[in-house]
């Protein structure tokens, strides 16, 4: 295999520097050991339909690698494969003013499409903790959302075209950024979260919208975890909302000590919600405001009064994650209906309560969504080996509570090697054969991030 | 076939009647021979997998059928084919208010979808001329458009949950409602646009939104096409379009005529536009339009003052396709990116002048959305045959146009028996050999909907 490759790219595109391996061969989780054998850095098309074919000839494997932000080692390389950095290949193309069509290469960085939106008076709306440094390729991969999922969608609403390499080494340009394209299976939508295992996304036509408004920011104190649905409904009737983001005191105590943040509210609360909405709705949103006041769903509550105060009342939301992580959380990104998920907090807080008695318990999230991040935290005197263990031996019956609740067991971290012994819980054994049916079509020998999603 | 078929169904739910065949049988083409060799209308899921089971042990194929408002064939049987009506599955038989979605079986008509959203004060924005008797499940296997693809985007922007049977019979719940569901390979995308060759639509979760605020219509005459597009971009700018739809003069005309209405405009113009939008942004379009009647770019335009003369404008436009029905047109359905479709409408209309000098040839459709109606009218002394003798050999050449220019030859109407032979102008070779392959995973015995699609 060394020479084949080391033919195809030159000596600075490739690397098996060990520290470099460590570095590109692993992604934001923690459990497990980066061994990939290369990485190298394709800047064309062309290189990459090589790189795969030989991969097929040679019977190596691929592990493709973005900003590495992922949460479920869907772009860890442990077992000798190739890595694949889209590192180089970070060039926004072109640009098609009357379909506001950017055309990006897979390793363009998120914040920097969001910049490029600005620049042309548009916007670029999935966003999320980590677009500094989550590139477009991986986002495609994860059919990524983040925190504006409830007004804009999820990355998928935005790709408008998609050039693929398949396993086979075959070029699939798919949908060529057309509005409507009746023309038999939409292959983009199947690459779309399918998180590397049936080609390489090299190259996106990502759609832009007009730029929202001045926006405004208002953090609820909610005494309950039902009190923050019905505040959610009461906004949502008069309130075309941006955001609707939650977490209980626990987290906001994480982040406040990390960062060294003031609270946002003089009393603390069980759970806080953080709206954001058009400034223009500021009188529905006072009303909104004002009922659930009345109501009793909300305690208190602050309205930010300028672009500054509403990202400081942002951060208590953003910054959780990078605050847990000292603690190595367990990471939990589940998802249930609005309409099941009173019943379904129920029967998780009594679960994890009982099975996690001396751990930390952080909830978060896009409740707007349905979208739960729920992080255990590591106690300072625990192995991560011990730890994680015992988070794995609970996490089935999390997971059977996700499913009795016609949930998903990962709503938007993908499956990688976390959740792939669990996949079940979400997808039934003739969807997961199908799966496996489907990744034979696109990748017959195997080559593309093998033991990922399906094992 | 017959005995075990008539073990299924009660004879009140099986017709081989002669007429029953020539109704059930066909679409809205009329170039196809309706053929099936018996009509069923399944009640239950566990009908339907019942039916495609035996389809499968006895080896007879089986035709979806929705509303037959299809425009390519996709529902017709011409070959001794078993016509699977979903007249009988036409209940919403659910409605999850926090989720604001809606269970359809697929039968149930995009009106009656439309009415049910509007008595709770939400709004299901996928319309289109048949929306009278288009069914949701027919809509899903074509991912249907229409008038307001421009703001709402198309039916796979609306479709949270699906329930299929596989052409072998399995029955697969796909996504169940949620926002958010990272779990592997999206097989509603899948089956969203497949035109019933991979298996049947028996119930989706359709989400509903909140409705728009009053809308007003205009109605520009444009001196040119390129006119439309200048103008298209100035209102683009300032104000969001609900739609944005164009007609030729002599689509106005036809329309005109056979509904007998009064002209929009007091001069005629060569193409018209007709634009929809809030009232709330009323000045915004007010302006743009004083900018395009300095710039030459709108000769003229009306402005509705009633929904009454809201409708009356539509009708200039939703009247257009029944208008020409007695003419059998030969319909083409094209996109291409806006940004492309000066350069190609030029080189089309060359084309056609040539190709067709003896033939009338309307052109219209959504424009906002890249998507061209060009019907070619059959002259009154010409045969069907003859006629369409005479398209499909031009059709070659337009759609190399279309191919040179990146478009899609079917930009909502589906491929069917009509495009099938010509799928290779907007897929390319790997693609259709993957589509085949992705065919036998899902229906190994090929008993969906054969010869639709990939032949």
Same mark, same amino acid.
Request: one cysteine or more; proline letters at 5%.
């Given at each position: 295999?060394?020479?084949?490759?080391?033919?195809? =790219?030159?000596?600075?595109?490739?690397?098996?520097?060990?520290?470099?391996?460590?570095?590109? &061969?692993?992604?934001?989780? @923690?459990?497990?050991?980066?061994?990939?054998?290369?990485? %190298?850095?394709?800047?064309?098309?062309?290189?990459?339909?090589?790189?795969?074919?030989?991969?097929?000839?040679?019977?190596?494997?691929?592990?493709?690698?973005? &900003?590495?932000?992922?949460?479920?080692?869907?772009?860890?390389?442990?077992?000798?494969?190739?890595? %694949?950095? #889209?590192?180089?290949?970070?060039?926004?193309?072109?640009?098609?003013?009357?379909?506001?069509?950017?055309?990006?290469?897979?390793?363009?960085?998120?914040?920097?499409?969001?910049?490029?939106?600005?620049?042309?008076?548009?916007?670029?709306?999935?966003?999320?903790?980590?677009?500094?440094?989550?590139?477009?390729?991986? *986002?495609?991969?994860?059919?990524?959302?983040?925190?504006?999922?409830?007004?804009?969608?999820?990355?998928?609403?935005?790709?408008?075209?998609?050039?693929?390499?398949?396993?086979?080494? !075959?070029?699939?340009?798919?949908?060529?950024?057309? %509005?409507?394209?009746?023309?038999?299976?939409? =292959?983009?939508?199947?690459?779309?979260?399918?998180?590397?295992?049936?080609?390489?996304?090299?190259?996106?036509?990502?759609?832009?919208?007009?730029?929202?408004?001045?926006?405004?920011?208002?953090?609820?104190?909610?005494?309950?975890?039902?009190?923050?649905?019905? /505040?959610?409904?009461?906004?949502?009737?008069?309130?075309?909302?941006?955001?609707?983001?939650? =977490? /209980?005191?626990?987290?906001? @105590?994480?982040?406040?000590?990390?960062?060294?943040?003031?609270?946002?509210?003089? +009393?603390?609360?069980?759970?806080?919600?953080?709206?954001?909405?058009?400034?223009?709705?500021? +009188?529905?949103?006072?009303?909104?405001?004002?009922?659930?006041?009345?109501?009793?769903?909300?305690?208190?509550?602050?309205?930010?009064?300028? +672009?500054?105060?509403?990202?400081?009342?942002?951060?208590?939301?953003?910054?959780?994650?990078?605050?847990?992580?000292?603690?190595?959380?367990?990471? *939990?990104?589940?998802?249930?209906?609005?309409?099941?998920?009173?019943?379904?907090?129920?029967?998780?807080?009594?679960?994890? /309560?009982?099975?996690?008695?001396?751990?930390?318990?952080?909830?978060? &999230?896009?409740? &707007?969504?349905?979208?739960?991040?729920?992080?255990?935290?590591?106690?300072?005197?625990?192995?991560?080996?011990? #730890?994680?263990?015992?988070?794995?031996?609970?996490?089935?019956?999390?997971?059977?509570?996700?499913?009795?609740?016609?949930? /998903?067991?990962?709503?938007?971290?993908?499956?990688?090697?976390?959740?792939? !012994? #669990?996949?079940?819980?979400?997808?039934?054994?003739?969807?997961?054969?199908?799966?496996?049916?489907?990744? @034979?079509?696109? +990748?017959?020998?195997?080559?593309? *991030?093998?033991?990922?999603?399906?094992?």
């Amino acid at each position: 295999m060394s020479k084949a490759l080391d033919a195809l =790219f030159p000596t600075s595109r490739i690397t098996r520097d060990a520290s470099d391996l460590a570095h590109w &061969g692993s992604d934001r989780t @923690t459990a497990y050991q980066a061994a990939p054998s290369a990485v %190298v850095f394709p800047e064309t098309l062309d290189e990459v339909v090589a790189l795969v074919r030989l991969a097929n000839a040679e019977g190596f494997a691929l592990v493709p690698s973005g &900003g590495r932000t992922g949460l479920s080692g869907g772009a860890v390389a442990e077992r000798g494969e190739v890595v %694949v950095s #889209f590192d180089r290949m970070n060039r926004i193309l072109g640009f098609d003013a009357a379909e506001r069509l950017a055309r990006c290469q897979a390793g363009v960085v998120t914040g920097a499409l969001q910049a490029f939106a600005e620049e042309r008076g548009l916007f670029y709306p999935v966003d999320f903790a980590s677009s500094g440094s989550s590139q477009i390729g991986g *986002n495609i991969a994860t059919n990524a959302g983040g925190i504006r999922v409830i007004r804009y969608g999820l990355t998928r609403d935005w790709i408008a075209g998609l050039t693929v390499v398949t396993g086979a080494g !075959d070029v699939l340009r798919c949908n060529n950024g057309l %509005v409507k394209n009746a023309t038999g299976y939409d =292959f983009r939508h199947l690459f779309i979260g399918s998180e590397g295992t049936l080609g390489l996304v090299v190259e996106a036509e990502v759609r832009l919208a007009n730029p929202p408004g001045p926006q405004r920011v208002m953090v609820l104190g909610c005494p309950a975890f039902d009190a923050l649905f019905q /505040s959610l409904s009461a906004f949502q009737q008069h309130v075309t909302l941006s955001a609707f983001e939650f =977490f /209980s005191d626990l987290a906001l @105590t994480k982040v406040r000590t990390a960062r060294d943040l003031p609270p946002p509210l003089r +009393d603390a609360c069980p759970f806080y919600a953080l709206l954001e909405f058009d400034e223009s709705a500021l +009188d529905a949103a006072s009303s909104a405001f004002e009922r659930c006041l009345e109501q009793g769903c909300v305690a208190d509550g602050v309205l930010s009064q300028s +672009d500054a105060q509403a990202a400081r009342l942002w951060a208590l939301r953003e910054g959780i994650s990078e605050s847990l992580a000292p603690q190595t959380p367990y990471k *939990n990104d589940l998802s249930v209906r609005l309409s099941d998920m009173p019943r379904f907090l129920e029967a998780a807080d009594a679960l994890i /309560s009982q099975a996690y008695p001396e751990f930390e318990v952080c909830w978060y &999230g896009h409740i &707007g969504d349905g979208n739960l991040h729920l992080n255990i935290l590591k106690p300072p005197g625990w192995s991560e080996q011990a #730890f994680l263990e015992r988070c794995h031996r609970v996490s089935p019956e999390l997971f059977r509570l996700v499913a009795e609740h016609g949930g /998903s067991i990962s709503a938007e971290h993908g499956v990688g090697l976390l959740k792939r !012994d #669990f996949l079940g819980y979400s997808r039934s054994p003739e969807e997961v054969a199908l799966m496996r049916a489907l990744k @034979t079509v696109f +990748d017959p020998n195997g080559v593309m *991030n093998p033991g990922k999603l399906l094992g």
